[in-house]
């Protein structure tokens, strides 16, 4: 059996080239405040496969995807090996865009701290009088540049976006920053109002794009996974607070409150984690999950 090695390792992905295309696994890792935690917490590779796989499905009457199998039996013998089962996905190679396309559509997280400041968020204005996890009157374009492991993403403005795309793709930074925005926003309104018809509301999420051989903007990565986006429950929702959630927000609250954890989750944690992850692919997709 022919054994392949990643060609590049995020914070929580693997990437394999193999002869036709890549293939992206979604390691069981987990990061948060550009940490790679030191636990595992299982099953949840699977999950963000599985939900990315379901989001690019209803997604591809807006922009084609990258996507072209899940299915492990599909993919060269190495990948059949119980490790990767349902966290692999066959990818098209693409040419990607660097920066990431985040769209906030209620008040929360960092947008929510820069708001009291100064009435903006990514140097946005908005209306005053907004409350915490307040839903916005229209979803929000908010991009940041790519950052490496251990570094920050940035936030950038279009215009500012548009100009780091320029040296990669010169003559085409601005036209290609402003389609990505409008597609990051098509997306987002489409599945956040799916998402509320089955109880979970999308507070903000990111997106990323990719260039295939023929030019073509293409959704690439992942797609409203718990790790790119904050869920909530619709149930019980009351702006004026945080709100309980079905991603990594429960992570990231419990190492806020434990400083001096150095990244170590207590294995109560681990579990909470995974069944929110679990309770929000069955609630958006209708099925059981049974990976």
């Given at each position: ?18 002869e ?24 949840k ?5 599985q ?40 990818c ?21 701290e ?27 374009f ?16 279009l215009e ?11 003559g085409?930074?601005?036209?290609y ?23 979970i ?67 109560e ?8 992850y ?14």
């Amino acid at each position: 059996m022919k054994t392949y090695s990643p060609v590049k390792s995020g914070k929580v992905r693997e990437i394999y080239e193999v002869e036709d295309g890549l293939i992206m696994v979604a390691t069981d890792r987990v990061s948060a405040f550009d940490h790679i935690l030191k636990n595992k917490i299982t099953k949840k590779g699977a999950v963000l496969t599985q939900m990315s796989k379901f989001w690019f499905d209803l997604t591809k009457d807006i922009v084609p995807n990258h996507m072209l199998t899940v299915d492990n039996s599909e993919m060269p013998a190495f990948f059949q090996q119980e490790e990767f089962r349902g966290k692999s996905m066959k990818c098209k190679k693409l040419t990607m865009i660097p920066m990431e396309c985040i769209v906030r559509g209620y008040i929360t997280g960092s947008g929510w701290e820069s708001y009291q400041k100064d009435g903006t968020v990514c140097g946005i204005k908005l209306p005053a009088g907004l409350k915490e996890s307040e839903k916005l009157p229209e979803p929000i374009f908010t991009p940041s540049t790519k950052a490496e492991i251990g570094d920050h993403d940035e936030n950038v403005s279009l215009e500012e976006g548009a100009k780091v795309l320029e040296k990669t793709f010169p003559g085409h930074g601005l036209e290609y920053a402003k389609k990505v925005g409008e597609l990051t926003l098509a997306i987002y309104k489409k599945c956040a109002d799916y998402a509320l018809k089955r109880g979970i509301i999308i507070a903000d999420t990111k997106f990323e794009f990719g260039l295939d051989e023929a030019g073509n903007i293409v959704l690439a990565d992942e797609v409203l996974t718990p790790d790119s986006s904050r869920f909530w429950p619709l149930k019980g929702y009351e702006a004026g607070k945080g709100q309980p959630s079905y991603d990594k927000q429960f992570v990231r609250d419990w190492l806020k409150a434990n400083p001096n954890s150095d990244y170590n989750l207590p294995q109560e944690v681990i579990d909470k984690t995974i069944a929110k992850y679990i309770e929000a692919y069955e609630k958006l997709t209708g099925e059981k999950f049974s990976f």
